[in-house]
């Protein structure tokens, strides 16, 4: 326990809802109200609180539920104008960043921010997500000595790569000049760090989750989970792949476990490959552990990702694991997957053939080793020593 319990906020969208990002800042948050008075800040309606999500009610931790004010529609179309010709036409300087900055987050909404943040008297504010990050920037001044921290939960290409859904390439100095004002940028892997010219911290996001019972590896049964949004998990291409392995094959299966907006598109898919039999679509459970006790191989289908938890999820469960061969996957798999070539659901068939004749007892092993690394512990205390 540290002499002076320090004040420390997390500034999120969300943390009573599904998903990787709130689950692991759920489990962060957790272990640091052991040695800090912590309070999350969410954009969570109040009537969604629900603490038993992630287990939040077993920790010592405050809520505010913040929403920004509407701006007026002379506002709003003042600061569309400018935006678009930051983005488009204007020459983009650190100036013109810094415009950038206050007309993509209008005075209303800025100011809102500021005042709710003020009221906490913290000693310390995370931004979960990069948006979030570069409006605490727009609220530095006034938050005084407040170690202002950001925490960037995509890849750097999901964020600025060509065809981005997120912000796109036309917005990467922007982010990085703004980032650069910070106390910290953290980000979830070393070949994130290099592809940003900021300094930058890197922190892997741990294992979120106590192991069930390990995988005894004689199910026949392929495992994906994620959330259904657009193209991001690649749950697409998985069921194209597996309906080519399907033809040769007619003993393995495939569980998906997830919700979203894509479920029609992907039950269709599985509809007209007639496969309705050997893939079957699950939705969330707080029980995730039953899948990967029940599955013998574990595959991440994704087109791009930040730090994938399933993934060392999976590892503490004993799967080996199939896998995009996106650097993050290599970054903390090393040569322990099978990796195909991102997008390519011939390849992707092939490796799920090859998973079904490994040495399976042998990569059991090895899923256990490597997902022992992310123990929460040590990450905590690497939170800690950036915050102190």
Same mark, same amino acid.
């Given at each position: 326990?540290?002499?002076?319990?320090?004040?420390?906020?997390?500034?999120?969208?969300?943390?009573?809802?599904?998903?990787?990002?709130?689950?692991?800042?759920?489990?962060?948050?957790?272990?640091?109200?052991?040695?800090?008075?912590?309070?999350?800040?969410?954009?969570?309606? /109040?009537?969604?609180? $629900?603490?038993?999500? !992630? %287990?939040?009610?077993?920790?010592? &931790?405050?809520?505010?539920?913040?929403?920004? @004010?509407?701006?007026?529609?002379?506002?709003?179309?003042?600061?569309?104008?400018?935006?678009?010709?930051?983005?488009?036409?204007?020459?983009?300087?650190?100036?013109?960043?810094?415009?950038?900055?206050?007309?993509?987050?209008?005075?209303?909404?800025?100011?809102?921010?500021?005042?709710?943040?003020?009221?906490?008297?913290?000693?310390?504010?995370?931004?979960?997500?990069?948006?979030?990050?570069?409006?605490?920037?727009?609220?530095?001044?006034?938050?005084?000595?407040?170690?202002?921290?950001?925490?960037?939960?995509?890849?750097?290409?999901?964020?600025?790569?060509?065809?981005?859904?997120?912000?796109?390439?036309?917005?990467?100095?922007?982010?990085?000049?703004?980032?650069?004002?910070?106390?910290?940028?953290?980000? /979830?892997?070393?070949? $994130?760090?290099?592809? !940003? %010219?900021?300094?930058?911290?890197? &922190?892997?996001?741990?294992?979120?989750?106590? @192991?069930?019972?390990?995988?005894?590896?004689?199910?026949?049964?392929?495992?994906?989970?994620?959330?259904?949004?657009?193209?991001?998990?690649?749950?697409?291409?998985?069921?194209?792949?597996?309906?080519?392995?399907?033809?040769?094959?007619?003993?393995?299966?495939?569980?998906?476990?997830?919700?979203?907006?894509?479920?029609?598109?992907?039950?269709?898919?599985?509809?007209?490959?007639?496969?309705?039999?050997?893939?079957?679509?699950?939705?969330?459970?707080?029980?995730?552990?039953?899948?990967?006790?029940?599955?013998?191989?574990?595959?991440?289908?994704?087109?791009?990702?930040?730090?994938?938890?399933?993934?060392?999820?999976?590892?503490?469960?004993?799967?080996?694991?199939?896998?995009?061969?996106?650097?993050?996957?290599?970054?903390?798999?090393?040569?322990?997957?099978?990796?195909?070539?991102?997008?390519? &659901?011939?390849?992707?068939?092939?490796?799920?053939?090859?998973?079904?004749?490994?040495?399976?007892?042998?990569?059991?092993?090895?899923?256990?080793?490597?997902?022992?690394?992310?123990?929460?512990?040590?990450?905590?205390?690497?939170?800690?020593?950036?915050?102190?």
């Amino acid at each position: 326990m540290y002499a002076e319990m320090k004040k420390l906020c997390f500034l999120t969208d969300s943390i009573f809802s599904i998903g990787g990002v709130q689950r692991v800042t759920a489990v962060i948050a957790k272990q640091l109200a052991k040695d800090y008075d912590v309070t999350i800040v969410t954009r969570d309606r /109040l009537e969604d609180k $629900d603490t038993s999500l !992630y %287990h939040l009610d077993e920790a010592d &931790i405050h809520y505010r539920f913040f929403q920004y @004010p509407e701006t007026p529609k002379w506002k709003q179309l003042i600061c569309k104008a400018y935006s678009y010709l930051y983005r488009k036409v204007l020459p983009q300087t650190r100036f013109t960043s810094g415009l950038y900055a206050h007309s993509s987050f209008p005075s209303e909404k800025r100011e809102a921010l500021t005042q709710e943040l003020q009221q906490g008297q913290f000693d310390v504010i995370i931004g979960v997500h990069a948006p979030l990050a570069v409006r605490l920037v727009a609220c530095k001044k006034e938050l005084g000595n407040t170690k202002l921290i950001g925490w960037i939960h995509n890849s750097y290409k999901a964020l600025f790569g060509e065809g981005s859904h997120y912000l796109g390439p036309e917005l990467r100095t922007h982010y990085e000049w703004q980032l650069d004002k910070l106390y910290k940028t953290v980000v /979830l892997c070393q070949h $994130d760090a290099q592809e !940003y %010219h900021i300094p930058t911290s890197v &922190i892997y996001n741990p294992l979120t989750l106590v @192991p069930g019972a390990p995988s005894a590896g004689g199910s026949k049964k392929f495992l994906a989970i994620g959330r259904f949004s657009p193209k991001h998990k690649g749950f697409d291409l998985l069921i194209q792949a597996f309906a080519l392995f399907a033809k040769d094959n007619k003993d393995w299966a495939l569980d998906i476990v997830g919700e979203g907006e894509e479920d029609i598109y992907y039950r269709s898919l599985i509809a007209n490959s007639r496969l309705e039999d050997r893939i079957k679509i699950h939705p969330f459970t707080n029980d995730i552990q039953r899948y990967y006790h029940e599955a013998q191989v574990f595959v991440l289908s994704s087109r791009w990702e930040g730090l994938p938890l399933v993934l060392i999820e999976a590892m503490a469960h004993g799967l080996p694991i199939v896998s995009s061969d996106l650097p993050m996957s290599k970054e903390i798999m090393g040569d322990f997957a099978q990796y195909f070539k991102n997008g390519d &659901i011939n390849d992707l068939a092939r490796r799920l053939e090859e998973a079904t004749m490994i040495d399976w007892q042998q990569r059991s092993e090895e899923a256990l080793t490597i997902a022992a690394r992310f123990d929460v512990k040590a990450i905590v205390k690497q939170w800690k020593d950036i915050i102190e």
